[in-house]
């Protein structure tokens, strides 16, 4: 039996219109499909009938499947002659484990390809009216997950440097260390009065934004009972979102789509 192959797919952030077009060609011909829990469940409509879908969803404090489950099966159906996609939220490396599975894949001789996706880092924001540049507000964006490998002893964030650097800083997957993230921005020296943006189910018909400022958005968050997946976005950026580009809020609810976070379409197989 031939060896198969393993394709690292990018859904997208949430709505289901965002993935690329050569990542829904891939999973409409795929024999398996292993995906995670914000992918966004219409596109599993797309398979084929007889696609084995593979549940991997991994919640902060549940895991379907452990990271070590997951390349096994990846390479057990690859193994065995299937063409599989491996469907993660947003891109596959941007804070991702999609290096591990693809390495996982190299290691065992599994040929593989990286289709990249739109990640929220930048697509929440654009959904919420943020644009992370602008040509008089700022020239740059730094991203930084908030959910570090906990086997660390310490943190790999420069705090000094992110307070000093200025421009955009966009924290992913930091809502439950928000208030610690924003006291060390704080005590690095990053203005209190910096504006702050968090962006709850971004591109999806869940979406939230709340914003303030650095000072107050974890009390902000808690007080609004925030739950991941959110971003937080600080800079001055957020300003333009008052400024009139808030243009998702503006939308009839009978064209929001329906995005992530809808229920189960068919159950796994």
């Not at 024999?31 to 696609?51: F, M």
């Not at 969803?57 to 379907?64: A, I």
Request: proline share 5%; aromatic share 4%.
């Amino acid at each position: 039996m031939s060896i198969g192959k393993v394709y690292l797919v990018g859904a997208g952030p949430g709505d289901p219109d965002l993935i690329t077009r050569k990542g829904l060609r891939l999973l409409q011909s795929a024999d398996v499909v292993i995906y995670d829990r914000l992918i966004p469940r219409e596109l599993l409509e797309e398979t084929r009938a007889d696609v084995e879908l593979v549940d991997a969803g991994k919640q902060p404090t549940k895991h379907r499947l452990s990271q070590e489950d997951i390349n096994a099966t990846l390479l057990d159906r690859a193994l065995k002659g299937n063409t599989v996609v491996r469907l993660k939220g947003g891109d596959p490396l941007l804070f991702g484990r999609g290096g591990e599975e693809a390495l996982a894949c190299q290691k065992y001789g599994i040929k593989f390809e990286i289709v990249p996706g739109v990640s929220s880092a930048y697509a929440a924001p654009a959904y919420a009216g943020i644009p992370l540049t602008h040509r008089h507000v700022s020239s740059s964006v730094t991203v930084i997950t908030g959910h570090e490998d906990p086997t660390k002893r310490e943190s790999s964030i420069n705090y000094r440097a992110l307070a000093e650097i200025g421009g955009t800083i966009v924290i992913l997957m930091g809502i439950k260390r928000l208030p610690e993230i924003a006291a060390q921005l704080l005590e690095n020296g990053l203005d209190c009065a910096t504006p702050a943006a968090i962006i709850e189910w971004g591109t999806t018909r869940r979406q939230r934004s709340i914003v303030g400022r650095l000072a107050t958005i974890a009390d902000s968050a808690r007080q609004n009972k925030v739950q991941p997946p959110a971003i937080i976005v600080l800079g001055d950026v957020v300003r333009l979102r008052e400024g009139g580009m808030g243009w998702f809020d503006l939308l009839p609810a009978d064209v929001l789509t329906a995005g992530s976070g809808s229920s189960d379409i068919r159950q796994t197989r």
